[in-house]
């Protein structure tokens, strides 16, 4: 048996006993190795410092570690061919305590041939980090399973934005086996965020990596990202509406055809997404078929996002 399905299984068994059962137990399992199979990107190796004491593996730290009190995430052996346009190349991810942290980056230059600057020195910046799962599993029973077979499975957990310290509890209080977690740095002026697989331990490459570059790209404000990362947290989408609603984040207004031409789908796939978005309540639709506009509207994103403080 694998380490990392090992360290899934203790920290399963952190969750309700009642919801932990054989079937539980079969259905992590799956999902473990459905994700483990799958297909994704690498950018870089990871390490983790847990309150002083270095990990391999994040999982083998929630399955043994209590409490988080300081940590890190440190990035090791960057692939330097691959697309970083939507990535930003990191040394180290410090926490301080209290939410905040230090954040040791590089600059990249995707206009530039050479696109990383050699020599350059670290640039080290005051952040407040937070955290949620994008890729998980929380068990539950057979006999929670069958209650409304036709309803489908409940929603039994809800992930939210937190402070790593927080998160660190929710994953202990909830049994919940995180397979892939997005990292959020926030300064006065921007976001960076780290999606970090850790059944295989490594920073992985943004879906958008290599595609056509949005020609009107939107100022946000920290707060702004700090919204979007609520509602993406939180609300339960689609995987193609979801990378609809981050291409249309970063924009100041798009077209389905915009968005089909920068994520490679076809204009009917995009319009479908958008149109997912708009009824959320997330954004804007203005004009007529077949020349829609859609945009966000961070006023929405506030009103939204502040279901889920």
């Given at each position: 048996m694998p380490d990392a399905l090992r360290h899934c299984q203790a920290i399963m068994k952190f969750g309700a006993a009642e919801e932990v059962d054989f079937h539980a137990e079969k259905q992590l399992k799956s999902s473990f190795y459905e994700y483990k199979q799958a297909k994704r990107v690498p950018l870089a190796s990871s390490k983790y410092l847990v309150n002083e004491e270095e990990y391999d593996s994040l999982l083998q730290a929630f399955a043994e570690v209590k409490e988080l009190e300081t940590g890190g995430i440190r990035f090791f052996k960057p692939n330097m061919k691959e697309n970083w346009d939507y990535n930003t190349p990191t040394s180290m991810i410090l926490l301080m305590g209290d939410g905040m942290g230090i954040v040791e980056r590089f600059d990249y230059d995707s206009f530039s041939l050479e696109k990383w600057s050699k020599g350059q020195e670290v640039q080290k910046e005051l952040v407040m980090l937070r955290a949620f799962p994008?890729?998980?599993?929380?068990p539950m029973s057979i006999k929670t399973k069958s209650k409304d077979p036709l309803a489908g499975p409940p929603r039994l957990y809800i992930p939210r934005l937190l402070t790593l310290e927080e998160f660190w509890q929710d994953i202990r209080a909830n049994g919940l086996v995180p397979f892939e977690i997005r990292v959020c740095a926030y300064t006065r002026s921007a976001r960076f965020s780290y999606d970090i697989d850790l059944v295989n331990n490594r920073m992985l490459k943004d879906f958008r990596g290599g595609q056509v570059p949005p020609k009107?790209?939107?100022v946000r404000t920290a707060m702004d990202y700090m919204n979007f990362d609520?509602?993406?947290?939180?609300t339960d989408m689609k995987e193609l509406v979801k990378k609809v609603f981050i291409s249309l984040f970063e924009v100041k207004e798009a077209t389905a055809f915009d968005i089909s031409h920068t994520m490679g789908i076809t204009d009917t796939m995009a319009r479908n997404g958008?149109?997912?978005?708009?009824s959320r309540e997330l954004a804007d639709k203005t004009g007529k078929p077949p020349r829609e506009t859609y945009k966000i509207d961070p006023k929405l994103l506030?009103?939204?996002?502040?279901?889920?403080?």
């Amino acid at each position: 048996m694998p380490d990392a399905l090992r360290h899934c299984q203790a920290i399963m068994k952190f969750g309700a006993a009642e919801e932990v059962d054989f079937h539980a137990e079969k259905q992590l399992k799956s999902s473990f190795y459905e994700y483990k199979q799958a297909k994704r990107v690498p950018l870089a190796s990871s390490k983790y410092l847990v309150n002083e004491e270095e990990y391999d593996s994040l999982l083998q730290a929630f399955a043994e570690v209590k409490e988080l009190e300081t940590g890190g995430i440190r990035f090791f052996k960057p692939n330097m061919k691959e697309n970083w346009d939507y990535n930003t190349p990191t040394s180290m991810i410090l926490l301080m305590g209290d939410g905040m942290g230090i954040v040791e980056r590089f600059d990249y230059d995707s206009f530039s041939l050479e696109k990383w600057s050699k020599g350059q020195e670290v640039q080290k910046e005051l952040v407040m980090l937070r955290a949620f799962p994008t890729r998980f599993y929380v068990p539950m029973s057979i006999k929670t399973k069958s209650k409304d077979p036709l309803a489908g499975p409940p929603r039994l957990y809800i992930p939210r934005l937190l402070t790593l310290e927080e998160f660190w509890q929710d994953i202990r209080a909830n049994g919940l086996v995180p397979f892939e977690i997005r990292v959020c740095a926030y300064t006065r002026s921007a976001r960076f965020s780290y999606d970090i697989d850790l059944v295989n331990n490594r920073m992985l490459k943004d879906f958008r990596g290599g595609q056509v570059p949005p020609k009107n790209k939107a100022v946000r404000t920290a707060m702004d990202y700090m919204n979007f990362d609520m509602i993406l947290a939180s609300t339960d989408m689609k995987e193609l509406v979801k990378k609809v609603f981050i291409s249309l984040f970063e924009v100041k207004e798009a077209t389905a055809f915009d968005i089909s031409h920068t994520m490679g789908i076809t204009d009917t796939m995009a319009r479908n997404g958008l149109d997912a978005v708009v009824s959320r309540e997330l954004a804007d639709k203005t004009g007529k078929p077949p020349r829609e506009t859609y945009k966000i509207d961070p006023k929405l994103l506030e009103v939204a996002a502040s279901e889920f403080l």
